[in-house]
């Protein structure tokens, strides 16, 4: 009877609490349904708190969506340009990797008016991109035809060098806080590699981080304490590892093709996370404030 008793207690009381914690990490929408094309990419929040996003009511735009989750058009971009991903770096200047021109643009902080960084048509998309050490830029470089892909390097003298070639389908791409790893994922092989990063902004030390039996991979974003959260293409999840690749959790979200994540909100602890099959951004509470946040606001 006292062994039933104490069940009874701990399912009446400790379930509930259990399901509460779990439903913290599930996904709520954050901005209407399809205001953005399938194109959504590439999130990031400025030092204000406002979230920008690409392809907002049409292809070659960014989007600019305020604290109540309203969008309207920001800017949009040349004629013949269409953004991936975006990041800001530590002085507030926006850059928009352009994966239909070859380009990444600059936006200096305050300005609406986009600024070829670098050109190159050798690169076969410049899909996402990460700021690491000294304002160094990481750039993904997907072929999807050919299930390849190539890693680059952006100098502060904006100089491009091509860090690798001949890899998987290099998708999502992230810097750990303390600016000495990088991650990048292959989404077709559905694989992440990490790297250490060097003091000139080169990579060694080349070592398989995390690999999957199924689903995609596309944006990556790291934590205040350097947890890796992974959008899951057609999973409709993202999953949260550990600096040491162990899995943390696993967040359910409402659509199945989330294409990249931010932080932002209330102290950097709410993710945003484009989804390509309903054209609009969900979020969720994060274990921790995200990396980017922490570095601009302690």
Same mark, same amino acid.
């Given at each position: ?83 991936? $991903?975006? &990041?800001? @770096?530590?002085? =507030? #200047?926006?850059?928009?990797?352009? !994966?239909?021109?070859?380009? +990444? ?113 596309? $944006?990556? &974003?790291? @934590?205040?304490? =350097? #947890?890796?959260?992974?959008?899951? !293409?057609?999973?409709?999840? +993202? ?60």
């Amino acid at each position: 009877m006292k062994f039933l008793i104490k069940s009874f207690l701990f399912l009446f009381f400790i379930s509930p609490l259990c399901s509460c914690k779990e439903k913290e990490l599930r996904s709520e929408d954050f901005t209407e349904e399809f205001a953005f094309t399938a194109g959504i990419e590439g999130p990031a929040v400025d030092e204000n708190g406002d979230l920008f996003a690409v392809n907002f009511n049409k292809e070659g735009t960014i989007g600019k969506v305020n604290k109540a989750g309203e969008a309207e058009i920001f800017i949009s971009l040349p004629e013949g340009s269409i953004g991936n $991903g975006i &990041r800001f @770096d530590l002085n =507030g #200047n926006m850059f928009i990797a352009d !994966y239909l021109g070859h380009k +990444v643009y600059r936006i200096k902080k305050g300005s609406r008016t986009p600024e070829i960084w670098v050109q190159d048509s050798t690169m076969n998309q410049p899909n996402d991109l990460a700021i690491g050490p000294a304002g160094v830029i990481y750039l993904s470089d997907p072929n999807w035809a050919e299930s390849t892909g190539n890693l680059w390097m952006v100098t502060p003298e904006r100089e491009l060098l091509l860090l690798e070639e001949g890899m998987g389908t290099t998708n999502g791409i992230e810097v750990s806080p303390d600016n000495t790893t990088l991650y990048v994922n292959e989404s077709v092989q559905r694989v992440i590699w990490q790297y250490d990063i060097e003091e000139n902004g080169r990579l060694s030390n080349k070592k398989e981080f995390v690999s999957f039996t199924d689903f995609g991979l596309d $944006g990556m &974003r790291c @934590d205040k304490q =350097g #947890n890796l959260y992974v959008t899951r !293409y057609d999973k409709g999840t +993202v999953a949260i590892f550990s600096p040491e690749g162990k899995l943390i959790k696993e967040v359910t979200l409402k659509g199945k093709k989330p294409s990249n994540i931010t932080f932002g909100g209330e102290k950097g602890l709410n993710c945003y996370v484009t989804m390509a099959d309903r054209g609009c951004l969900e979020t969720f509470v994060a274990l921790n404030p995200g990396s980017y946040y922490s570095k601009i606001h302690y």
